[in-house]
């Protein structure tokens, strides 16, 4: 573990910052967010993760950014494990009927004010899944959703750019 | 005279391909296959249900043979199997649920996949409108100084949602109860009357960690029923995914599980790699899961060249780092003394449930699909399977190390000898007919049994996922274990809620 860890120190990190197309603007949306997150809610943000009837695509893709990669934390964004630390709800899956009051009764466990982000297809209007007796159709339909995340599953840097986005919105408005 | 013989006495195959068989099936043969599940004779792959029919497969133990068998339900019940024979038990509460099938004599009536929130009853039978919502009944617990902890839908990490009850005696588990079904999301429904491009797409989004093997699972029983086969430069590719896949999964497993073992520092490690293989499979095929790459008739998309070159720089820092990671394990007593001797899956319990993959094999069950009944290319490669008998948490992580290793191998061998030629061929115009596959992913064998009508739509497909049968035993394996424990467990087993609840 010694020589693992020394190793470490010695090797530049796998960390992305700068250059090209996609990292660098994961670095610019990361500097931005960490602004307009610090003025709204200090240097931090928790995020919860509900899984409302996914396929576990999007919960790998969100698991994702917690690697060396992306490092979430490095701009302030937690993943909580109780709505009742959270300020945003990250919502996957088509809600299924079975989920519902779940979903319904994590929403109201979290104080305001909060942000519910949709990620997935499925999540924005039942997606693929959509006309099955067992869902709902759609994150919207159960709680107020203030953005929705595109993708099947969105990889984890759209992930990250769209919560910038939803930080920006308000201070905009 | 083999087991399948047996039971299926004189009766005529309704459907004869290769390498499986489908009967119908009277009261008599079912009774026989009961007893011969029972005997450990055959082991279940699957029992599903359609309007009116319930549909058996069996697996025969020693030679492997594979029958399905059909039995007349139109009368409104079948005699359960649950009844000799535990592992139907949540497949028979399951065909109650969506088909309004009765299984006689069930030792468990309660429903499995319907929470009563759907607003109607059997929606793939009758469909008829539901009853007022009842509580469910947890199994009565009694003993002094008993506690209950109940744990989900929603859980604390980023994982799928299911409910955990836990009876415990101070930290010691004396009973975990698992209840399930809350992301059903009417898959099997949604297939029927579709054309195959749609339920391919469906099929590989039934458990997202498995979108390859779940798309070839289904492409191959689609291919099966039309009676062609994918060129063999698709059947290469098809496999180079498959390892992609498992390669990602079992790297993140590996990592994940010292993680609930307060070692963050695997995690962290295997957390790199695993993000690696992902970009190797977004650089070669287009989509970091892989999702929609394989399709009916080969594959949506040739290896891209980029793909190459990426695969193989993967492959050379895997090479490079994985070993040390699997020292690092060996050599930290402080994490081997949570996997040594934890969640221990008794070899007889993984017999005779049937359990697949690293949970199967790590409890001396060295069942594989690539091997068994096999398919192209893995005939034409060399790999080995790990087999080890503690069945403890421990012996699950050494056979994904072991997995990881293999697949390395497996891919060196798929991108070196790629054949050339078309990656898919056009289907042949759609007939009624019948398809059987069974696939390893990197959870376990996944079954998939697909009958098309006469106009090439999807009458009834049935994806059985290998957590069937690795969440019951989940439950026997935390006994005896204390309450901090049991994430350590869980994400050993890492069975799949979506690919269950479907």
């Known amino acids: 573990m010694r020589k693992l860890l020394f190793e470490s120190l010695l090797r530049r990190p796998l960390t992305e910052a700068a250059p090209?197309?996609?990292?660098?603007?994961?670095?610019?949306?990361?500097?931005?967010?960490?602004?307009?997150?610090?003025?709204?809610?200090?240097?931090?943000?928790?995020?919860?993760?509900?899984?409302?009837?996914?396929?576990?695509?999007?919960?790998?893709?969100?698991?994702?950014?917690?690697?060396?990669?992306?490092?979430?934390?490095?701009?302030?964004?937690?993943?909580?494990?109780?709505?009742?630390?959270?300020?945003?709800?990250?919502?996957?899956?088509?809600?299924?009927?079975?989920?519902?009051?779940?979903?319904?009764?994590?929403?109201?466990?979290?104080?305001?004010?909060?942000?519910?982000?949709?990620?997935?297809?499925?999540?924005?209007?039942?997606?693929?899944?959509?006309?099955?007796?067992?869902?709902?159709?759609?994150?919207?339909?159960?709680?107020?959703?203030?953005?929705?995340?595109?993708?099947?599953?969105?990889?984890?840097?759209?992930?990250?750019?769209?919560?910038?986005a939803l930080m920006e919105a308000p201070r905009r408005a | 005279m083999s087991a399948i013989?047996?039971?299926?006495?004189?009766?005529?195959?309704?459907?004869?391909?290769?390498?499986?068989?489908?009967?119908a099936a009277d009261a008599a043969a079912w009774d026989r296959a009961g007893r011969a599940l029972a005997a450990g004779e055959a082991s279940l792959l699957g029992l599903w249900g359609e309007r009116g029919v319930v549909h058996l497969a069996l697996l025969a133990a020693e030679s492997g043979e594979i029958a399905v068998l059909s039995l007349d339900a139109s009368a409104g019940g079948f005699p359960s199997l649950g009844r000799v024979h535990p592992p139907a038990i949540r497949l028979e509460r399951a065909i109650k649920d969506l088909f309004g099938?009765?299984?006689?004599?069930?030792?468990?009536?309660?429903?499995?996949?319907?929470?009563?929130?759907?607003?109607?009853?059997?929606?793939?039978?009758?469909?008829?409108?539901?009853?007022?919502?009842?509580?469910?009944?947890?199994?009565?617990?009694?003993?002094?100084?008993?506690?209950?902890?109940?744990?989900?839908?929603?859980?604390?990490?980023?994982?799928?949602?299911?409910?955990?009850?836990?009876?415990?005696?101070?930290?010691?588990?004396?009973?975990?109860?698992?209840?399930?079904?809350?992301?059903?999301?009417?898959?099997?429904?949604?297939?029927?009357?579709?054309?195959?491009?749609?339920?391919?797409?469906?099929?590989?989004?039934?458990?997202?960690?498995?979108?390859?093997?779940?798309?070839?699972?289904?492409?191959?029983?689609?291919?099966?029923?039309?009676?062609?086969?994918?060129?063999?430069?698709?059947?290469?590719?098809?496999?180079?995914?498959?390892?992609?896949?498992?390669?990602?999964?079992?790297?993140?497993?590996?990592?994940?599980?010292?993680?609930?073992?307060?070692?963050?520092?695997?995690?962290?490690?295997?957390?790199?790699?695993?993000?690696?293989?992902?970009?190797?499979?977004n650089a070669a095929f287009g989509h970091r899961l892989m999702r929609d790459c394989v399709v009916p008739g080969g594959v949506a998309l040739d290896l891209a060249a980029k793909g190459r070159v990426a695969i193989h720089a993967m492959m050379d820092i895997v090479r490079r780092e994985f070993p040390g990671l699997v020292r690092l394990y060996d050599e930290t007593a402080s994490l081997q003394d949570r996997t040594v001797g934890a969640g221990i899956v008794d070899p007889a319990l993984a017999a005779q449930f049937g359990v697949g993959g690293y949970v199967g094999r790590a409890s001396g069950r060295g069942f594989d699909a690539r091997c068994r009944p096999g398919y192209p290319p893995y005939d034409r490669l060399t790999f080995a399977v790990p087999r080890r008998s503690e069945g403890?948490?421990?012996?699950?992580?050494?056979?994904?190390?072991?997995?990881?290793?293999?697949?390395?191998?497996?891919?060196?061998?798929?991108?070196?000898?790629?054949?050339?030629?078309?990656?898919?061929?056009?289907?042949?115009?759609?007939?009624?007919?019948?398809?059987?596959?069974?696939?390893?992913?990197?959870?376990?064998d996944i079954l998939v049994w697909l009958r098309l009508d006469a106009a090439g739509r999807i009458a009834r497909c049935h994806l059985r996922d290998p957590s069937w049968f690795q969440w019951p035993l989940l439950e026997a394996a935390i006994e005896g274990n204390i309450v901090a424990d049991f994430p350590l467990c869980n994400k050993s087993f890492n069975c799949s809620y979506s690919g269950h609840d479907l």
């Open chain 1, 20 to 164: 090209p197309a996609e990292d660098q603007a994961l670095a610019e949306l990361g500097d931005a967010f960490r602004r307009a997150a610090r003025r709204r809610l200090g240097r931090s943000l928790a995020i919860r993760v509900v899984d409302a009837g996914s396929c576990n695509g999007c919960e790998l893709e969100i698991s994702a950014l917690s690697n060396a990669f992306y490092d979430l934390e490095r701009y302030g964004l937690h993943i909580v494990p109780s709505p009742r630390h959270a300020d945003v709800l990250l919502v996957t899956g088509p809600v299924t009927k079975n989920m519902r009051e779940a979903l319904e009764r994590a929403y109201n466990a979290t104080p305001d004010p909060k942000w519910v982000v949709a990620v997935g297809d499925c999540a924005v209007d039942g997606g693929i899944f959509a006309g099955s007796y067992a869902i709902v159709g759609g994150v919207g339909a159960v709680v107020p959703v203030d953005l929705h995340l595109r993708g099947c599953p969105p990889p984890p840097a759209e992930i990250l750019r769209g919560l910038l």
């Open chain 2, 5 to 23: 013989d047996d039971v299926l006495g004189n009766a005529a195959p309704l459907v004869a391909q290769t390498p499986w068989r489908r009967v």
């Open chain 2, 101 to 281: 099938l009765e299984p006689q004599g069930a030792p468990d009536a309660r429903p499995w996949l319907d929470h009563g929130r759907w607003g109607i009853a059997a929606p793939l039978g009758a469909a008829t409108q539901a009853g007022p919502l009842a509580a469910y009944p947890f199994l009565p617990v009694e003993g002094e100084s008993l506690h209950q902890i109940p744990v989900g839908p929603i859980h604390a990490g980023i994982i799928e949602p299911g409910h955990f009850r836990f009876t415990a005696n101070g930290e010691a588990v004396v009973r975990l109860e698992e209840r399930l079904g809350y992301v059903h999301k009417g898959i099997e429904g949604l297939m029927q009357g579709e054309g195959l491009e749609r339920g391919a797409k469906l099929a590989g989004r039934v458990s997202g960690d498995s979108a390859v093997a779940y798309a070839i699972a289904f492409a191959r029983a689609a291919e099966d029923a039309l009676g062609v086969a994918a060129p063999p430069r698709a059947q290469w590719l098809r496999a180079l995914m498959a390892e992609l896949e498992r390669l990602a999964n079992h790297l993140g497993d590996i990592g994940a599980i010292c993680n609930d073992a307060a070692f963050p520092l695997m995690h962290a490690h295997c957390g790199a790699l695993r993000e690696r293989v992902l970009r190797a499979a």
């Open chain 2, 392 to 444: 403890d948490v421990n012996a699950r992580v050494w056979i994904r190390i072991g997995e990881v290793e293999q697949s390395l191998g497996l891919i060196a061998q798929l991108i070196d000898g790629l054949p050339e030629g078309p990656h898919a061929i056009e289907l042949p115009r759609a007939h009624a007919a019948e398809g059987l596959a069974l696939v390893e992913g990197f959870r376990g």
